[in-house]
Protein backbone atom coordinates (compact mmCIF):
# COMPACT_ATOMS: atom_id res chain seq x y z
CA UNK A 1 0.00 0.00 0.00
CA UNK A 2 1.08 3.47 -0.53
CA UNK A 3 -0.35 6.26 1.69
CA UNK A 4 -0.43 10.56 0.35
CA UNK A 5 -1.78 13.42 1.99
CA UNK A 6 -4.73 14.32 0.43
CA UNK A 7 -4.81 18.35 0.68
CA UNK A 8 -7.95 18.35 -1.28
CA UNK A 9 -10.22 15.99 0.69
CA UNK A 10 -8.79 17.28 3.71
CA UNK A 11 -10.22 20.86 2.97
CA UNK A 12 -13.91 18.96 2.08
CA UNK A 13 -13.73 16.99 4.96
CA UNK A 14 -12.90 20.27 7.34
CA UNK A 15 -15.63 22.35 5.34
CA UNK A 16 -17.87 19.90 6.22
CA UNK A 17 -17.12 19.33 10.00
CA UNK A 18 -17.69 23.10 10.75
CA UNK A 19 -21.11 22.79 8.85
CA UNK A 20 -22.49 19.38 10.11
CA UNK A 21 -19.65 18.44 13.15
CA UNK A 22 -18.47 21.17 14.96
CA UNK A 23 -17.69 19.22 17.68
CA UNK A 24 -14.39 17.54 15.86
CA UNK A 25 -10.88 18.87 16.35
CA UNK A 26 -10.11 18.90 12.78
CA UNK A 27 -6.55 19.99 13.75
CA UNK A 28 -6.59 16.16 14.67
CA UNK A 29 -7.76 15.00 11.93
CA UNK A 30 -5.95 13.93 8.51
CA UNK A 31 -7.11 12.87 5.36
CA UNK A 32 -5.40 10.44 2.98
CA UNK A 33 -5.27 8.68 -0.15
CA UNK A 34 -4.05 5.42 -0.36
CA UNK A 35 -3.45 3.52 -3.61
CA UNK A 36 -2.82 -0.29 -4.31
CA UNK A 37 -5.89 -2.25 -2.13
CA UNK A 38 -6.90 -5.37 -1.92
CA UNK A 39 -10.00 -5.42 -0.63
CA UNK A 40 -12.80 -5.86 -2.77
CA UNK A 41 -15.29 -3.11 -1.22
CA UNK A 42 -14.19 -0.88 1.05
CA UNK A 43 -13.99 3.13 -0.45
CA UNK A 44 -12.54 4.42 2.70
CA UNK A 45 -11.84 3.77 6.20
CA UNK A 46 -11.53 5.74 9.37
CA UNK A 47 -8.68 5.17 11.36
CA UNK A 48 -7.98 6.38 15.04
CA UNK A 49 -6.13 6.65 17.69
CA UNK A 50 -6.84 4.43 20.52
CA UNK A 51 -6.79 5.59 24.78
CA UNK A 52 -4.17 3.67 25.23
CA UNK A 53 -1.92 4.38 22.80
CA UNK A 54 -2.85 8.40 23.33
CA UNK A 55 -1.86 7.88 27.50
CA UNK A 56 1.49 5.93 26.31
CA UNK A 57 2.66 8.95 23.93
CA UNK A 58 0.52 11.86 25.93
CA UNK A 59 -1.78 12.81 23.09
CA UNK A 60 -4.95 13.95 22.55
CA UNK A 61 -7.02 11.57 19.76
CA UNK A 62 -6.37 11.46 16.58
CA UNK A 63 -8.54 10.26 13.34
CA UNK A 64 -6.99 9.37 9.87
CA UNK A 65 -9.38 9.06 7.17
CA UNK A 66 -8.51 6.54 4.26
CA UNK A 67 -9.78 6.85 0.92
CA UNK A 68 -8.98 3.99 -1.61
CA UNK A 69 -8.51 5.64 -4.68
CA UNK A 70 -9.20 3.15 -6.90
CA UNK A 71 -13.25 3.45 -6.00
CA UNK A 72 -12.72 6.91 -4.54
CA UNK A 73 -11.48 9.02 -7.25
CA UNK A 74 -14.30 7.25 -9.72
CA UNK A 75 -16.99 8.68 -7.72
CA UNK A 76 -18.97 11.92 -8.64
CA UNK A 77 -18.38 14.94 -6.03
CA UNK A 78 -22.21 14.65 -4.43
CA UNK A 79 -20.70 10.23 -3.82
CA UNK A 80 -17.09 11.37 -2.38
CA UNK A 81 -18.80 14.32 -0.34
CA UNK A 82 -21.30 11.45 0.86
CA UNK A 83 -18.09 9.17 1.88
CA UNK A 84 -16.81 12.17 3.49
CA UNK A 85 -19.52 12.58 5.73
CA UNK A 86 -20.10 8.73 6.19
CA UNK A 87 -16.28 8.41 7.57
CA UNK A 88 -16.62 11.93 9.86
CA UNK A 89 -20.31 10.16 11.13
CA UNK A 90 -17.51 7.60 12.85
CA UNK A 91 -16.05 9.81 15.02
CA UNK A 92 -18.17 10.57 18.44
CA UNK A 93 -19.06 13.79 19.73
CA UNK A 94 -16.72 13.13 22.83
CA UNK A 95 -13.96 13.03 20.54
CA UNK A 96 -11.78 10.57 22.72
CA UNK A 97 -10.32 7.70 19.97
CA UNK A 98 -13.06 5.10 20.10
CA UNK A 99 -16.15 4.90 16.64
CA UNK A 100 -19.69 5.17 16.41
CA UNK A 101 -20.50 1.72 14.26
CA UNK A 102 -22.86 1.15 11.44
CA UNK A 103 -25.83 1.04 13.61
CA UNK A 104 -25.79 4.70 13.81
CA UNK A 105 -23.37 5.24 10.16
CA UNK A 106 -26.22 4.42 8.24
CA UNK A 107 -27.20 4.94 4.64
CA UNK A 108 -30.28 6.46 5.58
CA UNK A 109 -28.58 8.82 8.31
CA UNK A 110 -25.71 9.67 6.13
CA UNK A 111 -28.13 10.49 3.34
CA UNK A 112 -29.80 13.64 5.88
CA UNK A 113 -26.59 14.75 6.94
CA UNK A 114 -25.96 15.37 3.20
CA UNK A 115 -29.02 16.88 2.90
CA UNK A 116 -28.41 18.97 6.22
CA UNK A 117 -24.98 20.07 4.67
CA UNK A 118 -26.57 21.31 1.29
CA UNK A 119 -29.04 23.22 3.12
CA UNK A 120 -26.85 24.75 5.38
CA UNK A 121 -24.14 25.40 2.83
CA UNK A 122 -26.38 27.42 0.38
CA UNK A 123 -27.70 29.50 3.02
CA UNK A 124 -24.12 29.87 3.86
CA UNK A 125 -24.07 31.26 0.52
CA UNK A 126 -27.07 33.35 0.56
CA UNK A 127 -26.67 34.98 3.10
CA UNK A 128 -22.89 35.31 3.53
CA UNK A 129 -20.35 34.63 6.63
CA UNK A 130 -22.62 36.31 9.15
CA UNK A 131 -25.07 33.21 9.04
CA UNK A 132 -24.07 30.92 11.79
CA UNK A 133 -23.27 27.37 10.79
Same mark, same amino acid.
Given at each position: ???????E??????EI? =?? &????????????? /???G??? /????A /???? &???L???A??? =????? &?????? /???? &???????K????EL????????????????V?? =?????????Y??K????E???????T
Open positions: MKYEFAPIQFKAES =KI &LFPYVDIGNIKCF /RSYTSS /RYTI /RCHA &LGKMQKICR =KAFYV &LEFLSE /RFDK &LDEEEKIIIIHMHIPKCFGGGFKHHNVTN =KNVNMMYKTKNKEEKKYGNWFK
